[in-house]
């Protein structure tokens, strides 16, 4: 039996605590310790909330992968994993058959 988690933040919530990370950053020592703080007053996991924040600075421009790019980059490894082990079938067989004719070739 598998469980789907339920998403118990809105996204009012989600947009608030970012705002909250990215405005009082320069008020605590690190993005963890702002993080952490902001994470116990919402009542989610610092690590929930650190993603989010990275996530959105992803999808604002900053360096990294964004949401909408995620999945089609996934999907174009997938392929290109399979390409990978194509050729290297075609390639077994190719030198298999290429073995092949030149035992048949050398038989009287």
């Known amino acids: 039996m598998t469980r789907k988690t339920a998403n118990k933040f809105s996204t009012e919530v989600r947009?608030?605590?970012?705002r909250l990370v990215l405005d009082q950053?320069?008020?605590?020592e690190s993005r963890r310790a702002t993080v952490v703080s902001i994470a116990s007053?919402?009542?989610?996991t610092a690590q929930t909330l650190n993603e989010w924040v990275k996530k959105a600075e992803r999808d604002s421009g900053k360096p990294g992968l964004t949401t909408r790019h995620g999945p089609r980059l996934k999907a174009l490894k997938r392929e290109n994993r399979e390409f990978r082990q194509a050729n290297e079938i075609l390639r077994k067989a190719?030198?298999?058959f290429a073995e092949a004719e030149l035992d048949r070739r050398h038989k009287p």
């Open 41 to 44: 007053k919402i009542a989610c």
């Open 94 to 96: 190719s030198a298999y």
């Open 25 to 28: 950053e320069a008020e605590h």
């Open 15 to 18: 947009e608030r605590a970012i």
